[in-house]
């Protein structure tokens, strides 16, 4: 849930930083360090895979 939120966060700062025309200096330098940020959390959350449930 952490996880696809931040693949969002991250997808709509990247469209914010392709529109045209582009952010100001300071925005962009904003969305560049939220951008950052949202990498290194998506790091520190791997992608948790669901594991077939084995029966007794």
Known sequence: ????RLVEEREDIFE???RKPGPSTSE?????????????????????LRRPHREK
């Open 28 to 48: 962009r330098i904003y969305l560049e360090n939220q951008l950052a940020r949202r990498r290194w959390l998506l790091e520190r959350y791997p992608e948790l």
């Open 1 to 4: 849930m952490v996880r696809r």
């Open 16 to 18: 914010a930083l392709a």
